[in-house]
């Protein structure tokens, strides 16, 4: 703390008044001023031009309050000001003048006020010193500054005793170094300049000196030395070394504290405002007494108040006036406690509140230097003008002090002065420089004359008009005919002469005249008012809900004025800007759109929509909000509230703008299936808590997630573990059956029970059987770990009481519950009677049956009926054959099982899917779990006739420009006697036009060709073939035949080999006549090496251009041709080379034989013969004109002997077809003259299958039915009863 300053003498003079004068235009001058009292201080625009202006000194450079020098250090006081004219410098001396010339080592600096004294003469001239800066406007006065001149500080010799104490007595090693007005730095070390270890019982204070709470003989050294640092003159001084001696003892005793530092009982300090207060305790004892600190009058100030050295040291950083009080030190050990109380006091030196400021006043202004200054105790405030006591400076008396202010009014320019105002109090002082510059400058408008400003309707103006003089001058607006613009209630005149006018309406615009004057002189500008239309937005954005991921575009409009050529829209989000970015689609900003892409919760807000122009805006909001998915739950928590119950709390997370409407409990068990969640429970959104109930010996973890309309949230954190112990089971199996699987056995089955129903590690299972009759047995038992259970040797199909119960660890689970079960089975003894057959229609027939059982003789539970039947073949081929054929083995029979009510039993069954007109036998058996027993009497029976099937084949040939011809085979159904067929025609017209009718030919039964002439030619007929019996016609089997001559075999121009691999070939050609399209033919081919047998590739077509052939051997060589199909239906290659897997094509001829002119012509004249011969063997062998029929014998040799035309023209079959052909060519029966075949001796007995048949609420029964195909030779029936059986 500095000693109180003395206040100074009053003394000196200022310089003489400057005489008054006129202030020239030019320089441009800033001067930021406050205002004054009475009077405005006048700021002099930068704008206004002055040549020159005189400006009172203000110092820039001040010396400091106090300088402390050393020997070898100059003493360097600064001091430099502004002003103009150039400033003056002078100084004093304990308050007297200081002429640097008349002492030697002195100097003054030239072009500034700094007073430099010589080292070698600064002891001296030790003083306060004081810088005085003047010029013709007054006399700036700098802060008192106390120079202190030291010499170097040195540590007297002295002669020092040991130290000698007992152990665990108290010890102070004093330091008392030499003093200095800046005091030192303090270190204890050693001789080996090693720091002596501090800590709670060992510590240097304040003061410098080493504190012993207690005295340990480990304490005992030579050279405890102390360092004292003086930082001005970087110096280092240690004390004479002190002996420290403890001498052991063995009555060392313990002491409650005792205070050392401080001494006094209640220490009074006094804290300086903004400064460090720093309060200290240092306590002895004996053990070592630990220190704590407590404020009484309130808490310590937090963040500024620190402990340190061990809690001994309280400090208090940036100390407030509040920090007053008692601050009270506790040392405490086991013997007790000892305190001191710091009465703390706040004081402050003086300091600004509000600081004197420098102003420019014009003539006849009133001027007010406001001088404010804190501090405790209250500073005394003096004023001086010109460095001079006010009361003894000239022109003092027009001066007033009212309170902090000095005041003067009618300012005239020889009241220009600099004003001191200095304040002062025990604790320092503060010294404020001020000037008062009272000038005279004509008016003159700064504001730009002719000025455009424009403005938008129902927004308010306002028009600058810039004005300074001095004295201020009065501002004014006027309309163009000179009247007051104030007069119209919409304007309103601002102090700084500006206008503010509005709400504007259109017809506002024009000129406007301020004019600027004071009693001196005066000016005049005039405005240009421009009014224009207001920006509006015409269809502003609709707030939106969108859901999280989704896409949404918000559309604004907005019309603007037409002259405002600069305008524009722009999008903000929560009134911050939106804008593309190079990096992201996030946003896409059209002329009038806004499009957020992927939005995310993030996303949602306020989004606004901002027309603009450089006039006004206007601005349209909508309300963006996101939706979607809940967030995840969070803190789930756990309350156990009875055993093996609890209860599953939890905090529910984002809703996401859609309400939770329930949140789903998920639970894991961690012994049985670690990892994995399952649904537990549901509950309403509103409800965030669940009771569980819990199962013994589980590990149990716990989830919530919630769920809104947009779906399930993700999942909370799982809960911690929950660890159940073991108990006795709670349940027992389910699905208790006891049954046999053999004649003398039961097999005692259950469902286990699943894990979480264990309630321990393991469970078992305790089964028990007793045969229910008698009743009342004694029980048998197993324990087993998993079933079944076999019992062996027990009667057949004999009743037993069966139980299952659960066991583990723990316990048995509930008394379990008796089911009855059965032994083994046998196959039943007894079989159908009285059965019968009751015709229904053509295909199903009525089956009919007694049964007479019991319990012996079913030796089982009645299961069903099985139904055997087996077909015999045609209702009269056997009476039209000449002699019986061989019997073919039997095949096995069509079974129809029939599954009856509860007890299996039923009636009868109807029959379905049979043939019609065919005969059949069937029998009847019974069926028990064990199987079928033996079948009742046979009986026979045969279905009416009915409708045929379609004729097997039809082929279409043309045989002239309006002939086609017709052969077909018989129907492979007859289902009865054929009594002949229908053939119907139809043109094929032009889709747009009505069809023309369909033509009818009924044709006798032996007909298997006919004729069709005089049709239209190059057209196209569709045709279908009916075959008829006593019942009706049967389908029909249709076919289209043209009359259009098309070439059969494709002319190819080239064939090449376009791609060759290890197993395969790919053939292109392209075709010499591109009309020769959609032509199909083989690809066929062999091996070069091995005997010719050639193999189907497949079948190509003559408009896809290229073929694979596949299938190869790789490295061979194969020989591929093509074969297609001649006019006369033959097979004939026409084209062949040789191919080498994995090689190349081996040169051969480009198109073969077949495709060379000549041989095509050749071909071609051959066709023309054949099919004049054909005609003329048709008309002669015609019957009518009509048709022609021919008898069985040539027919049958016709049809093996002629090659068949494919069904449709311009298409060919397969060789696989051709092979068929012939094949059913060569099975089919001829037909005699007295009629023809119907039927063959195959039967059903080569069709087995098994069908389900349940009653209808009547009582009647249908069967389904299933077949498989036999493989006994002549056998061709079909798989069921429903399908077509072929006709022998």
Same mark, same amino acid.
């Given at each position: 703390?500095?000693?109180?300053?003395?206040?100074?003498?009053?003394?000196?003079?200022? @310089?003489?008044r400057?005489?008054?004068?006129?202030?020239?235009?030019g320089?441009?001058?800033?001067l930021?001023?406050?205002?004054?009292?009475?009077?405005?201080?006048?700021?002099?625009?930068?704008?206004?031009?002055? @040549?020159?202006?005189?400006?009172p000194?203000?110092?820039?450079?001040?010396?400091?309050?106090?300088?402390?020098?050393?020997?070898?250090?100059?003493?360097?006081?600064?001091?430099?000001?502004?002003?103009n004219?150039?400033?003056?410098?002078?100084?004093?001396?304990?308050?007297?003048?200081?002429?640097?010339?008349?002492?030697?080592?002195?100097?003054?600096? =030239?072009?500034?006020?700094?007073?430099?004294?010589?080292?070698?003469?600064?002891?001296?001239?030790?003083?306060?010193?004081?810088?005085?800066?003047?010029?013709?406007?007054?006399?700036?006065?700098?802060?008192?500054?106390?120079?202190i001149?030291?010499?170097?500080?040195q540590?007297?010799?002295?002669?020092?005793?040991?130290?000698?104490?007992?152990?665990?007595?108290?010890?102070?090693?004093?330091?008392?170094?030499?003093?200095?007005?800046?005091? @030192?730095?303090?270190?204890?070390?050693?001789?080996?300049?090693?720091?002596?270890?501090?800590?709670?019982?060992?510590?240097?204070?304040?003061?410098?000196?080493?504190?012993?709470?207690?005295?340990?003989?480990?304490?005992?050294?030579?050279?405890?030395?102390?360092?004292?640092?003086?930082?001005?003159?970087?110096t280092?001084?240690?004390?004479?070394?002190?002996?420290?001696?403890?001498?052991?003892?063995?009555?060392?005793?313990?002491?409650?504290?005792?205070?050392?530092?401080?001494?006094?009982?209640?220490?009074?300090?006094?804290?300086?405002?903004?400064?460090?207060?720093?309060l200290?305790?240092?306590?002895?004892?004996?053990?070592?007494?630990?220190?704590?600190?407590?404020?009484?009058?309130?808490?310590?100030?937090?963040?500024?108040?620190?402990?340190?050295?061990?809690?001994?040291?309280?400090?208090?950083?940036?100390?407030?006036?509040?920090?007053?009080?008692?601050?009270?030190?506790?040392?405490?050990?086991?013997?007790?406690?000892?305190?001191?109380?710091?009465?703390?006091?706040?004081?402050?030196?003086?300091?600004?509140?509000?600081?004197?400021?420098?102003?420019?006043?014009?003539?006849?202004?009133?001027?007010?230097l406001?001088?404010?200054?804190?501090?405790?105790?209250?500073?005394?405030?003096?004023?001086?003008?010109?460095?001079?006591?006010?009361?003894?400076?000239?022109?003092?008396?027009?001066?007033?002090? *009212?309170?902090?202010?000095?005041v003067?009014?009618?300012?005239?320019?020889?009241?220009t002065?600099?004003?001191?105002?200095?304040?002062?109090?025990?604790?320092?002082?503060?010294?404020g420089?001020?000037?008062?510059?009272?000038v005279?400058?004509?008016?003159?408008?700064?504001?730009? !004359?002719?000025?455009?400003?424009?403005?938008?309707?129902?927004?308010?103006?306002?028009?600058?008009?810039?004005?300074?003089?001095?004295?201020?001058?009065?501002?004014?607006?006027?309309?163009?005919?000179?009247?007051?613009?104030?007069q119209?209630?919409?304007?309103?005149?601002?102090?700084?002469?500006?206008?503010?006018?509005?709400?504007?309406?259109?017809?506002?615009?024009?000129?406007?005249?301020?004019?600027?004057?004071?009693?001196?002189?005066?000016?005049?500008?005039?405005?240009?008012?421009?009014v224009?239309?207001?920006?509006?937005?015409?269809?502003?954005?609709?707030?939106?809900?969108?859901?999280?991921?989704?896409?949404?575009?918000?559309?604004?409009v907005?019309?603007?004025?037409?002259?405002?050529?600069?305008?524009?829209?722009?999008?903000?989000?929560?009134?911050?800007?939106?804008?593309?970015?190079?990096?992201?689609?996030?946003?896409?900003?059209?002329?009038?759109?806004?499009?957020?892409a992927?939005?995310?919760?993030g996303?949602?807000?306020?989004?606004?929509?901002?027309?603009?122009?450089?006039?006004?805006?206007?601005?349209?909001?909508?309300?963006?909000?996101?939706?979607?998915?809940?967030?995840?739950?969070?803190?789930?928590?756990?309350?156990?509230?009875?055993?093996?119950?609890?209860?599953?709390?939890?905090?529910?997370?984002?809703?996401?703008?859609?309400?939770?409407?329930?949140?789903?409990?998920?639970?894991?068990?961690?012994?049985?299936?670690?990892?994995?969640?399952?649904?537990?429970?549901?509950?309403?959104?509103?409800?965030?808590?669940?009771?569980?109930?819990?199962?013994?010996?589980?590990?149990?973890?716990?989830?919530?997630?919630?769920?809104?309309?947009?779906?399930?949230? !993700?999942?909370?954190?799982?809960t911690?573990?929950?660890?159940t112990?073991?108990?006795?089971?709670?349940?027992?199996?389910?699905?208790?059956?006891?049954?046999?699987?053999?004649?003398?056995?039961?097999?005692?089955?259950?469902?286990?029970?699943?894990?979480?129903?264990?309630?321990?590690?393991?469970?078992?299972?305790?089964?028990?059987w007793?045969?229910?009759?008698?009743?009342?047995?004694?029980?048998?038992?197993?324990?087993?770990?998993?079933?079944?259970?076999?019992?062996?040797?027990?009667?057949?199909?004999?009743?037993?009481?069966?139980?299952?119960?659960?066991?583990?660890?723990?316990?048995?689970?509930?008394?379990?519950?008796?089911?009855?079960?059965?032994?083994?089975?046998?196959?039943?003894?007894?079989?159908?009677?009285?059965?019968?057959?009751?015709?229904?229609?053509?295909?199903?027939?009525?089956?009919?049956?007694?049964?007479?059982?019991?319990?012996?003789?079913?030796?089982?539970?009645?299961?069903?009926?099985?139904?055997?039947?087996? *077909?015999?073949?045609?209702?009269?081929?056997?009476?039209?054959?000449?002699?019986?054929?061989?019997?073919?083995?039997?095949?096995?029979?069509?079974?129809?099982?029939v599954?009856?009510?509860?007890?299996?039993?039923?009636?009868?069954?109807?029959?379905?899917?049979?043939?019609?007109?065919?005969?059949?036998?069937?029998?009847?058996?019974?069926?028990?779990?064990?199987?079928?027993?033996?079948?009742?009497?046979?009986?026979?029976?045969?279905?009416?006739?009915?409708?045929?099937?379609?004729?097997?084949?039809?082929?279409?040939?043309?045989?002239?420009?309006?002939?086609?011809?017709?052969?077909?085979?018989?129907?492979?159904?007859?289902?009865?006697?054929?009594?002949?067929?229908?053939?119907?025609?139809?043109?094929?017209?032009?889709?747009?036009?009505?069809?023309?009718?369909?033509?009818?030919?009924?044709?006798?039964?032996?007909?298997?060709n006919?004729?069709l002439?005089?049709?239209?030619?190059?057209?196209?007929?569709?045709?279908?073939?009916?075959?008829?019996?006593?019942?009706?016609?049967?389908?029909?089997?249709?076919?289209?035949?043209?009359?259009?001559?098309?070439?059969?075999?494709?002319?190819?121009?080239?064939?090449?080999?376009?791609?060759v691999?290890?197993?395969?070939?790919?053939?292109?050609?392209?075709?010499?006549?591109?009309?020769?399209?959609?032509?199909?033919?083989?690809?066929q081919?062999t091996?070069?090496?091995?005997?010719p047998?050639?193999?189907?590739?497949?079948?190509?077509?003559?408009?896809?251009?290229?073929?694979?052939?596949?299938?190869?051997?790789?490295?061979?060589?194969?020989?591929?041709?093509?074969v297609?199909?001649?006019?006369?239906?033959?097979?004939?290659?026409?084209?062949?080379?040789?191919?080498?897997?994995?090689?190349?094509?081996v040169?051969?001829?480009?198109?073969?034989?077949?495709?060379?002119?000549?041989?095509?012509?050749f071909?071609? =004249?051959?066709?023309?013969?054949?099919?004049?011969?054909?005609?003329?063997?048709?008309?002669?062998?015609?019957?009518?004109?009509?048709?022609?029929?021919?008898?069985?014998?040539?027919?049958?040799?016709?049809?093996?002997?002629?090659?068949m035309?494919?069904?449709?023209?311009?298409?060919?079959?397969?060789?696989?077809?051709?092979?068929?052909?012939?094949?059913?060519?060569?099975?089919?029966?001829?037909?005699?003259?007295?009629?023809?075949?119907?039927?063959?001796? !195959?039967?059903?007995?080569?069709?087995?299958?098994?069908?389900d048949?349940?009653?209808?609420?009547?009582?009647?029964?249908?069967?389904?039915?299933?077949?498989?195909?036999?493989?006994?030779?002549?056998?061709?029936?079909?798989?069921?009863?429903?399908?077509?059986?072929?006709?022998?």
């Open positions: 703390m500095s000693a109180p300053r003395q206040p100074q003498p009053r003394g000196g003079s200022g @310089p003489s400057p005489p008054a004068m006129a202030l020239p235009w320089l441009g001058l800033l930021l001023l406050a205002l004054g009292g009475p009077g405005a201080a006048l700021t002099i625009p930068q704008e206004y031009d002055l @040549p020159e202006l005189l400006q000194p203000e110092l820039t450079d001040e010396p400091p309050e106090q300088l402390v020098v050393f020997p070898g250090d100059d003493i360097v006081l600064k001091c430099n000001a502004t002003g004219p150039p400033v003056e410098f002078r100084w004093t001396r304990d308050d007297q003048p200081f002429d640097p010339s008349e002492h030697a080592g002195t100097s003054l600096a =030239a072009d500034a006020g700094t007073l430099t004294i010589a080292a070698r003469v600064a002891a001296g001239l030790q003083g306060r010193y004081r810088c005085f800066a003047g010029n013709a406007l007054g006399t700036a006065l700098s802060t008192e500054a106390t120079v001149a030291e010499s170097t500080p540590w007297p010799k002295e002669k020092l005793q040991p130290v000698e104490v007992e152990e665990g007595d108290p010890v102070v090693l004093p330091c008392d170094p030499p003093k200095s007005a800046v005091p @030192p730095k303090f270190y204890w070390l050693n001789s080996r300049i090693m720091h002596i270890a501090q800590d709670a019982r060992v510590s240097m204070g304040q003061d410098g000196f080493l504190y012993f709470a207690n005295a340990v003989v480990g304490d005992s050294h030579p050279d405890y030395i102390c360092h004292a640092h003086y930082l001005g003159p970087r280092i001084i240690q004390k004479e070394p002190l002996d420290l001696r403890v001498t052991p003892s063995n009555s060392v005793k313990v002491r409650r504290p005792h205070l050392m530092v401080p001494s006094d009982l209640q220490p009074h300090h006094i804290a300086l405002r903004g400064g460090t207060l720093v200290e305790c240092i306590a002895e004892g004996l053990p070592t007494p630990s220190i704590h600190w407590r404020r009484l009058n309130g808490p310590l100030p937090p963040g500024r108040a620190s402990l340190e050295n061990f809690n001994k040291t309280l400090r208090l950083r940036e100390v407030e006036e509040a920090d007053d009080g008692e601050y009270e030190c506790v040392a405490e050990n086991s013997q007790g406690q000892a305190r001191r109380s710091h009465l703390v006091t706040v004081e402050a030196a003086p300091y600004w509140e509000q600081r004197p400021r420098s102003a420019v006043f014009g003539p006849g202004e009133a001027a007010r406001e001088c404010e200054v804190g501090g405790r105790p209250p500073p005394r405030i003096t004023w001086r003008l010109n460095g001079v006591p006010l009361n003894e400076a000239p022109g003092g008396a027009r001066w007033a002090p *009212r309170g902090g202010s000095l003067a009014s009618g300012l005239e320019p020889l009241d002065a600099v004003a001191q105002c200095e304040a002062q109090n025990p604790h320092g002082r503060l010294l420089n001020a000037f008062v510059y009272v005279e400058l004509p008016v003159r408008i700064l504001t730009a !004359d002719g000025g455009s400003y424009a403005a938008v309707e129902n927004q308010t103006v306002l028009l600058p008009c810039r004005a300074f003089g001095a004295p201020t001058p009065t501002v004014e607006w006027l309309t163009p005919t000179g009247t007051p613009l104030l119209d209630p919409r304007a309103f005149a601002l102090t700084n002469g500006s206008l503010r006018f509005g709400p504007l309406s259109r017809g506002d615009g024009g000129v406007l005249i301020c004019r600027a004057h004071n009693p001196r002189s005066s000016a005049q500008i005039s405005a240009h008012l421009l224009r239309a207001a920006t509006r937005i015409e269809e502003p954005p609709q707030s939106a809900t969108v859901k999280k991921g989704e896409t949404v575009t918000f559309r604004c907005a019309t603007f004025d037409p002259a405002l050529a600069t305008h524009g829209i722009q999008w903000l989000r929560d009134g911050q800007p939106l804008a593309e970015t190079a990096d992201s689609d996030k946003y896409l900003v059209a002329e009038e759109t806004l499009t957020v992927g939005v995310d919760y996303d949602q807000g306020t989004i606004g929509c901002r027309a603009w122009t450089p006039l006004d805006a206007a601005l349209a909001e909508a309300q963006l909000r996101v939706v979607g998915r809940p967030g995840p739950v969070w803190d789930p928590q756990v309350q156990e509230v009875g055993e093996r119950r609890i209860r599953l709390s939890w905090s529910p997370g984002e809703e996401h703008n859609s309400p939770v409407e329930k949140f789903v409990v998920e639970e894991e068990e961690g012994f049985f299936s670690p990892g994995r969640f399952v649904e537990r429970l549901t509950v309403p959104g509103v409800q965030l808590w669940a009771p569980l109930d819990l199962s013994p010996h589980g590990s149990y973890r716990f989830r919530v997630v919630a769920t809104n309309a947009y779906g399930r949230g !993700d999942p909370s954190t799982p911690a573990p929950i660890v112990a073991p108990a006795a089971p709670e349940r027992n199996p389910e699905g208790v059956k006891g049954e046999g699987n053999e004649t003398d056995n039961l097999v005692i089955t259950w469902e286990p029970l699943p894990p979480r129903d264990w309630n321990a590690p393991e469970v078992h299972y305790r089964v028990q007793r045969p229910r009759e008698p009743p009342g047995g004694p029980w048998h038992e197993q324990t087993v770990g998993t079933p079944p259970v076999v019992v062996e040797g027990t009667p057949t199909f004999s009743p037993y009481e069966i139980r299952v119960q659960a066991v583990n660890e723990a316990g048995k689970g509930p008394e379990p519950q008796i089911t009855i079960g059965f032994s083994g089975e046998d196959l039943p003894l007894v079989y159908p009677e009285n059965v019968g057959v009751e015709i229904l229609n053509s295909t199903h027939v009525r089956v009919r049956w007694t049964l007479n059982e019991t319990p012996q003789n079913m030796r089982g539970r009645l299961r069903g009926f099985q139904v055997l039947y087996w *077909r015999e073949g045609w209702v009269g081929d056997r009476s039209r054959r000449q002699a019986p054929p061989p019997a073919p083995p039997t095949p096995p029979p069509s079974v129809l099982s599954f009856g009510g509860p007890g299996g039993g039923a009636g009868g069954a109807v029959l379905g899917g049979l043939r019609p007109w065919s005969r059949y036998r069937l029998r009847v058996r019974v069926l028990n779990g064990r199987g079928s027993g033996p079948p009742s009497d046979e009986i026979r029976f045969h279905t009416p006739e009915g409708v045929p099937g379609p004729p097997e084949e039809l082929r279409v040939e043309r045989v002239g420009d309006a002939a086609l011809l017709l052969r077909w085979k018989r129907p492979r159904h007859p289902n009865g006697v054929l009594t002949g067929y229908l053939l119907q025609y139809q043109l094929e017209a032009d889709p747009e036009a009505p069809p023309p009718p369909a033509l009818e030919l009924p044709l006798p039964p032996g007909a298997l006919a004729t002439e005089r049709l239209l030619p190059r057209a196209r007929y569709r045709l279908e073939l009916r075959a008829q019996t006593r019942k009706g016609a049967g389908p029909p089997l249709r076919r289209r035949g043209s009359l259009r001559p098309e070439p059969v075999l494709p002319v190819l121009k080239s064939v090449e080999v376009r791609e691999g290890e197993d395969f070939t790919l053939l292109g050609w392209t075709l010499a006549h591109p009309e020769q399209a959609s032509i199909e033919f083989e690809v081919y091996s070069k090496t091995t005997e047998r050639w193999e189907l590739s497949g079948r190509a077509n003559s408009s896809l251009g290229e073929f694979r052939v596949g299938a190869l051997r790789p490295g061979t060589a194969y020989r591929v041709q093509f297609g199909r001649n006019h006369s239906g033959e097979r004939v290659p026409f084209w062949e080379s040789v191919v080498l897997t994995n090689g190349t094509l040169p051969g001829p480009a198109g073969g034989f077949a495709t060379e002119g000549w041989f095509i012509g071909v071609s =004249a051959i066709v023309l013969l054949l099919l004049l011969l054909l005609i003329l063997c048709f008309i002669k062998r015609s019957k009518g004109g009509k048709y022609s029929v021919k008898d069985k014998e040539d027919t049958q040799a016709d049809s093996e002997a002629r090659p035309k494919d069904e449709t023209f311009g298409e060919y079959r397969s060789l696989e077809s051709d092979g068929e052909e012939k094949a059913s060519g060569s099975s089919a029966r001829s037909l005699g003259a007295a009629g023809a075949a119907l039927g063959s001796d !195959d039967s059903l007995a080569g069709y087995g299958g098994s069908a048949v349940q009653f209808n609420e009547d009582g009647s029964f249908i069967g389904q039915y299933s077949g498989t195909r036999g493989t006994a030779a002549g056998s061709s029936g079909p798989a069921s009863p429903s399908a077509p059986a072929p006709l022998d």
